[in-house]
């Protein structure tokens, strides 16, 4: 390739540089214009796109700008919007796109590019410099397709990056900051399953990022060192003491009312909150006189089955079959109240599925079917409430010493 008139002209002589100039001096650069109505099917009632033409050796290529208006809205000699209700807003923002695409440009014939190939990369590359990566996240937590749990945790993360402020360009996704982050977490005091989290967030960001092409290398895959998972040995449960006061209680309050009996439907069910709230009869099974319940879960899509026991049924029927819907934060709210009446001070809904876990272990179900039940994909995951039983023996022994 000539490196004066960039071409892979093997005529080229580059030592008689003025022959390689004037063929330069042909050779136009990337131009830029503002279009309307380019497909023709626009109307005075019907609105189509305003478009950037990039122009380069009689090649084009067009970029919306998002904004729509319809015929007779449009300036084609001022490229200005006009007789539109929203006039002056749509054409400050076609003034900043259309300054970004002039430096787009700009880069382009900087760099004497001879076709438009590459006019994705600049444009990604400018988006980059423009947005921060916090933004970036912000974007992906929208568009990620997940359950509306998971985009909360998303936005805490989101919250401390952007508190915490060392990763700020996407230049910043790097071992070093990493690290950095990875120490500033311990130094706060955080559980080691919590900082586990915040890395595996950062590491799903970084790797849209360099799918994106705004990172060329995710630096979790050359990390100096390796970040516990950090899980509970314990998970909280109630006792079938605090089980029977809880199925005992006389409730007057409606809602108080609701969420004890979706709480007791958990024990009995082994569900969590989301496959509670999506829990529809129609797919339970009648299978030898009893009935099953087969779904998948919300947060895993596993797949997990139960037999609906007596108890659970009596629950339905209560509620014509169709369970009550509480949002998670009104849920846990109304069962501290629940558990403030039988002396469970921090009484929440997964303790509902940990206590079902506990109880089936406890009547001798064994742990790869308690498993199956909770659609757990491991059995490292149902293990931990083995640990919980193990627990409770050893506190009922400590009881007994120096009274046998």
């Known amino acids: 390739m000539c490196y004066i008139c960039v071409t892979r002209d093997t005529s080229c002589d580059t030592k008689n ?14 131009n830029l214009s503002i279009i309307h109505n380019r497909t023709k099917r626009g109307t005075p009632k019907k609105a189509v796109s305003v478009e950037f033409r990039f122009t380069l050796n009689r090649e084009r290529k067009y970029v919306s700008t998002g904004i729509k208006v319809c015929v007779g809205q449009f300036s084609d000699k001022r490229c200005v919007i006009i007789r539109h209700p929203e006039a002056d807003e749509l054409n400050k923002k076609l003034d900043i796109q259309y300054r970004r695409m002039l430096d787009v440009v700009h880069k382009m014939n900087e760099e004497k590019v001879t076709d438009l190939s590459r006019l994705s990369d600049f444009l990604r590359a400018d988006e980059g410099e ?4 916090a933004e970036y996240c912000e974007k992906r937590k929208e568009e990620r397709n997940v359950c509306e749990n998971t985009r909360k945790r998303y936005a805490v993360f989101i919250r401390f990056l952007k508190s915490w402020g060392k990763i700020h360009t996407f230049a910043d996704c790097n071992v070093a900051k990493v690290r950095a982050m990875d120490e500033y977490l311990h130094k706060m005091g955080l559980s080691q399953g919590t900082v586990y989290n915040y890395h595996k967030y950062l590491k799903l960001f970084i ?11 995710n630096p979790y895959t050359r990390l100096p060192f390796t970040i ?9 449960c109630i006792n079938e ?11 007057k309050t409606v809602h108080i009312r609701k969420a004890r009996d979706l709480f007791l439907f958990q024990c009995y069910t082994g569900l969590a909150y989301s496959d509670l709230m999506s829990f529809d009869y129609d797919n339970c099974e009648e299978i030898g006189g009893k009935l099953f319940y087969h779904a998948k879960r919300t947060k895993t899509d596993t797949d997990f089955v139960f037999q609906l026991l007596p108890p659970a049924v009596v629950l339905l029927e209560k509620y014509d079959y ?15 109240v629940v558990g403030g009446l039988v002396g469970v001070p921090n009484l929440h809904s997964h303790m509902g599925r940990a ?27 149902t293990t931990r409430y083995a640990r ?9 022994f400590d009881k007994l010493e120096g009274k046998m």
Do not use: W
């Open 355 to 381: 206590t079902a876990a506990t109880l089936f272990l406890s009547k001798g179900m064994p742990i790869n079917i308690v498993a199956r039940v909770l659609g757990h994909t491991t059995l490292k995951q």
């Open 322 to 336: 169709q369970l009550p819907k509480l949002s998670n934060q009104k849920y846990n709210d109304y069962l501290k």
């Open 228 to 236: 516990a998972r950090g899980e509970k040995q314990y998970v909280d």
């Open 130 to 133: 423009r947005m921060s990566f």
């Open 388 to 396: 919980t039983l193990n627990k409770d023996v050893m506190g009922a």
């Open 241 to 251: 003491e605090q089980f029977d006061a809880i199925k005992g209680l006389r409730i």
């Open 17 to 30: 540089r003025n022959l390689c100039y004037q063929k330069r001096k042909k050779m136009k650069d990337v």
């Open 207 to 217: 790797h849209d990022a360099v799918i994106d092409g705004y990172i060329t290398e």
